[in-house]
């Protein structure tokens, strides 16, 4: 990987390796995960892989469009409301925000060692041939053509292509989203893990010892980075509520 992997006690910790390894003109992305173990694959791959796409979305499109404020306006949007509700889809989501990551890697599975990932998104894309014309530039969903070979029709349309993963951004039109200052890869049909391709000059992790991980969610509560703050919804708001009454 581009860099060795480090362990973190603390905030100050992290902040520090981030700074020192900040010496990149592109963004870095980043992915918190409670469980280090865990590999960079979606959750699609561990139910059916991408055979179980399309019954996938038929079955969710059947029951959701009542319940939704507004209906989905292309096949885009679909797949991003269903990962906004946990569905399995090809996307995984990253955040912009280091303490974003670092706050799902700290917050749960409280006896497993967590891990957040950093990504270099226009690395993985120049993996993937996707190359725009401004060398910063990262491609929207639905607004770059390339992509459009990702989509579900498309994949169900054939079934020999097998590109790599793509890095891409999307409107943040929840409030979740804009809070977690969300972004996005896909895979193709191969669900390929985006921690085992190319030479791994594109990604490095840090990992959160299970011993630090209350120390650590408790600091970041004093920056305000919160279940409240992240997931700015009344369920949990209610939950937050709660918690502050012990």
Known sequence: MRYPDQRIKSVA??????????????????????????DLSPTISRCGGITAEAPLITRFKQNALSLLPE???NEWEWLFVMRHYGVPTRLMDWTENPLVALYFAASQAP???????????IDLNKLANIAPQ???????????PILDNYLPSRLASESTSNLLPAAAIAPRNTRRMQA????????????TDIGKIGNLDHIWKILIP????????SELNAFNVNRLSLFPELDHVAAYAREALG
């Not at 006896?111 to 998104?121: C, D, R, T």
């Open 71 to 73: 209906r989905p306006s």
């Open 13 to 38: 910790d992290f902040l520090r390796i981030l700074k020192l390894r900040r010496n990149t003109r592109q963004p870095v992305w980043y992915r918190g995960q409670e469980k280090s173990r865990w």
């Open 111 to 121: 006896k497993s060692e967590g891990v957040v990932w950093n990504l270099l998104p």
């Open 180 to 191: 977690q200052q969300g972004v996005f890869t896909i895979t193709h049909r191969g669900q």
């Open 210 to 217: 299970a011993s630090s991980k209350q120390r650590i969610v």
């Open 134 to 144: 401004h060398p910063s530039e990262i491609p929207g969903f639905g607004d770059y």
